[in-house]
């Protein structure tokens, strides 16, 4: 509903109107009839439309009114007159009126100038809108936008373009002289006939700007015009050199990299690119032909789990991992890396640790950490054992005694029973000679592992409690050696023609115990002789100085020992001569004594060859 305002000195006219308006659907918004009035009314709500009286009885006339409203509140007007001389309708043009109204009007009049006055304001209003929307089309691109005619001469231009040429205002300027000749009719229309863009260096203000131009017609009822679009990549241009050249050092550094790094194309894995470090830790050639392929160089194993991880977008992390290089000498490995991407490719950018050093340390501490807890237990049992030892022995002695007794005491009782009964009758259902058998096994059975029990105290007793340095003065190792075999001789010849003892002189005493260590020689000799088969068998041992010192080497051509059973020799109660009664108790109390002693045991072997054990003792004379 269109709201309209009436100014109209004469009360009863105005009236008139307002009633014609209303009955026709209008809104009349208020009737006045002087210049403040009106201007008041417009204040407090802009109508869509003034009917206004040029002949006002005030100090303004109308048309100076409806200047004024239309200035600052751009309402449109129609006039209203009762009389129209050719000067005041030339003064009323400048008020740029929708319409006149001649008094006395009929209805029919004043409904159809009102009607068309709208449908003008409309159509106006519309066209604004438009108009503001090309503009902001025009003016918030970041492109230049320029209109030009056939000739070339600019019909607008947005600001982008203004600033673009460093002009206030485009219009009308050539596009020719302003691009100083580079921007030519020529090349306007080559691409208005192909239909392209293209790429052109312009120079506007004698500076050189890459763009990118693009023609399309533009109709728009002043003839046929050409819609010229064009985008400053200048800077693009320059970001592109900069990448470049950071490509260019990317390279450079990756090359000179110190830690070994390879990029590797995914997904192909093929190396596109390694550094000298990785060269060098590989071995690999240059253009060598088969340098690319990552899993005769990683092996298939790394390559699949490099590939697990990329394709999962996850960072590479894998440590200690066994590698080898191209004269096939191992080393241990950690591989990091990630996925980079550039140039519309993916990579994965590898960097290869050598941590050779760091496995061989962790492992040497774990072995250490491995003989610390077994020194620790063996310290524990022969605390333990010392005591125990003891206690069982007197107990022990008992059985032995008496089960010896009881065999005594069985063959008397036999021996009566076979007498007064006769060697035919039975016990139980049994035969008495088959019930003395029985007994007999019982009996021996009882003696048997009474002997095993004092066997087992008798090593038992030879743990030595650690740090217990009783007895301990400077040692001749030449002399406990030629003890100990004195003391084994029946043994030994026994087992072997081929007995050797060689021992350097003079040899440094070392301060220990002198029965102790008669135990170790003893129990490797026993081991040593134990182990050979046949008497032609060589059973070495030597003693000799390296260093700060002493070593007491015992070889013989034995059976030797497998690799998995090694680390086990220590372990109290390991044995594989059960059957023959041993305790496996030996090797577990020499490297006891060797302990208390500061030195060493190592023992080499192989099956089927024979077995060195080799004592490293410290040397120090102490004076105390
Ligand atoms: P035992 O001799 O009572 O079995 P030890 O502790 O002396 O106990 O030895 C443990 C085991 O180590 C033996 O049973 C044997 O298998 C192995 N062994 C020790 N010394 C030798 C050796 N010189 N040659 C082959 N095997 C050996
Ligand atoms: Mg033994």
Redesign the pocket.
Known sequence: MKKILIVEDEVIIGLDIASKLSSQGYIVQVQVTTPAEALEAVGNETPDLILMDINLKADIDGIELAKIIKASHNVPCMFLTSYSDKTTLERSMDAEPYGYIIKPYNEATLMASLSTSFIRIDLEQRLIKQKTMLSNIMNNTRDSIVVIDKRGIVVTANKVFNSFVGLADATLEDIEKISGGTLSMDFINRLYSNNISDIATLRINEVDKTTLVSVSSLTDGSGDNILLTITDITEVETIKEALVEAEGLFTKIFRKKMVPAVLIRYPEMQIFEMNESFQTMYGIIKDDATSNDIKSIFGTDVTEQLEVAISADKPVNLTKVKQFNYTDQSFYAHFSGKKVSFDNSDFLLLDVTDVTEQVRIAEMEKELQHKLIHANKMTSLGTLVSGVAHEINNPNNFIMFNSSLLMEFWEDIYALLEAELGAEISVGAMPLKDFKQDVEKLIEGITNGSERIRNIVHDLKGFSKQGNFENFENVSVEEVLKTSSRILNHQISKSTENFRIDIESPLPPVYGNKQKLEQVFI??L???L??ISGKTSLVSVKAYQSEDNLIVE?Q?E????SSE?ISR??EPF????QQEG?????????YSIVNEHNGTMD?Q?VRGK??I?KITLPLGEHSD
């Open positions: 129990n490797l026993i081991n040593a134990e182990a015992f013989d034995g059976l030797g020992i059973n020799l220590t390991y044995t594989t001569k041993g305790t496996g108790l030996g090797l577990s109390i020499v023992i072997s024979g077995t054990v």
